[in-house]
Nanobody, 116 residues
Framework: QVQLVESGGGLVQPGGSLRLSCAAS????????MNWYRQAPGKQRELVAT???????NYVDSVKGRFTISRDNAKNTVYLQMNSLKPEDTAVYYC??????????WGQGTQVTVSS
């Protein structure tokens, strides 16, 4: 069983940076594909970034060049470094864990607000 806990959200001015963390329980973290999603008010949940067990990454076009997903298997943690933040990045950010197309867990979400 896998449980996920996100942290690191907050209020930041446009152009600022935040680093989100998602800590996983259990012993299978290293074989999981980890994803960051976000959901803004009134919008559908959107896949933002993915990192596979092998370290391959993928991003939605709107965050390419600004966000970086990484993982530390020794700490069972996935990160989302967010730079050059824009007001349109405001959302609740969730991590999830998948393997072979099966969703193992969702985190509870962390609020990111970009505003002056």
């Amino acid at each position: 069983q896998v449980q996920l806990v996100e942290s690191g959200g907050g209020l930041v001015q446009p152009g600022g940076s935040l680093r989100l963390s998602c800590a996983a329980s259990g012993s299978i973290f290293s074989v999981l594909t980890m994803n960051w999603y976000r959901q803004a008010p009134g919008k559908q949940r959107e896949l933002v970034a993915t990192i596979t067990s092998g370290g391959n990454t993928n991003y939605v076009d709107s965050v390419k060049g600004r966000f970086t997903i990484s993982r530390d298997n020794a700490k069972n943690t996935v990160y989302l470094q967010m730079n050059s933040l824009k007001p349109e990045d405001t959302a609740v950010y969730y991590c999830n864990a998948k393997r072979l197309g099966v969703i193992y867990a969702w985190g509870q979400g962390t609020q990111v607000t970009v505003s002056s």
